[in-house]
């Protein structure tokens, strides 16, 4: 496969890596800070309530930066992935503080949605942003420069909002190792919480069949949620 080297590429990539780096480092550290409030203090004594993303790529350099930045080469956008630490005992212990604690993350995600859906539609109300042409429409065309000191903020925000609704809506998927395995066990009670991940400590390769799942049922899930959340953001434009 021949690789992709424009500048144009390279310019892009460096934009989707800004975007990726920063959604993943909020997801981290709304887990620790979570954990941290929670009674676990693993991750904050480990440097992982902090949205400075050095931390949280040295402990996952391979996940922060190898896998993101060949994906993106071979195929035009980056997938990956970073962990917060946090005490096992303490899980076990507190099944419902585990959940909210793996919450978190996809709220941190969420709330990147929000404020980047806020920027778009600031924007294309004001003029900054101008409505996407159909042949742009996509992953980093939610919009187009209505300035021309914008164009460089246009595919930043637009890769914010969709990547971030990715990693939300893919992280609360029920399925291990995702972080919705720890959450919707926590609805049916503390005994059902605990007995699903005496599961999966009995049963590692569940994790790799967890993530083969979620893969397969996520692009379905997704295009459809994507399109409601696009129709909310140009209500009335």
């Given at each position: 496969?021949?690789?992709?080297?424009?500048?144009?590429?390279?310019?892009?990539?460096?934009?989707?890596?800004?975007?990726?780096?920063?959604?993943?480092?909020?997801?981290?550290?709304?887990?620790a800070?979570?954990a941290?409030?929670?009674?676990?203090?693993?991750?904050?004594?480990?440097?992982?309530?902090?949205l400075?993303?050095?931390?949280?790529?040295?402990?996952?350099?391979?996940?922060?930066?190898?896998?993101?930045?060949?994906?993106?080469?071979?195929?035009?956008?980056?997938?990956?992935?970073?962990?917060?630490p946090?005490?096992?005992?303490?899980?076990?212990?507190?099944?419902?503080?585990?959940?909210?604690?793996?919450?978190?993350?996809?709220?941190a995600?969420?709330?990147?949605?929000?404020?980047?859906?806020?920027?778009?539609?600031?924007?294309?109300e004001?003029?900054?942003?101008?409505?996407p042409?159909?042949?742009?429409?996509?992953?980093?065309?939610?919009?187009?420069p209505?300035?021309?000191?914008?164009?460089?903020?246009v595919?930043l925000?637009?890769?914010?909002?969709?990547?971030?609704?990715?990693?939300?809506?893919?992280?609360?998927?029920?399925?291990?190792?995702?972080?919705?395995?720890?959450?919707?066990?926590?609805?049916?009670?503390?005994?059902?919480?605990?007995?699903?991940?005496s599961?999966?400590?009995?049963?590692?390769?569940?994790?790799?069949?967890?993530?083969?799942?979620?893969?397969?049922?996520?692009?379905?899930?997704?295009?459809?949620v994507?399109?409601?959340?696009?129709?909310?953001?140009?209500?009335?434009?």
């Amino acid at each position: 496969m021949e690789l992709d080297l424009t500048r144009e590429t390279l310019v892009l990539g460096a934009t989707w890596y800004v975007a990726f780096l920063l959604s993943l480092t909020l997801h981290e550290a709304g887990h620790a800070w979570a954990a941290l409030k929670l009674g676990d203090p693993t991750a904050y004594l480990g440097g992982q309530v902090t949205l400075n993303p050095v931390p949280h790529v040295r402990r996952a350099p391979v996940g922060t930066v190898v896998v993101p930045i060949a994906s993106y080469l071979l195929g035009g956008w980056m997938i990956g992935w970073a962990s917060a630490p946090y005490d096992p005992l303490w899980a076990e212990r507190h099944p419902k503080k585990e959940a909210l604690m793996a919450a978190a993350g996809p709220a941190a995600n969420l709330l990147l949605v929000i404020l980047s859906g806020a920027a778009l539609r600031l924007g294309l109300e004001t003029g900054v942003f101008t409505f996407p042409a159909a042949e742009t429409f996509g992953f980093e065309g939610l919009a187009g420069p209505g300035a021309p000191w914008a164009a460089g903020l246009v595919p930043l925000v637009s890769i914010l909002f969709s990547l971030n609704l990715l990693l939300f809506l893919f992280n609360l998927l029920p399925f291990p190792p995702l972080d919705g395995s720890a959450v919707f066990p926590a609805l049916f009670g503390e005994s059902a919480a605990r007995a699903f991940k005496s599961l999966l400590r009995a049963q590692p390769a569940l994790s790799l069949l967890g993530l083969i799942v979620a893969w397969k049922l996520f692009g379905p899930l997704f295009q459809p949620v994507f399109g409601v959340a696009l129709a909310v953001l140009y209500a009335g434009l």
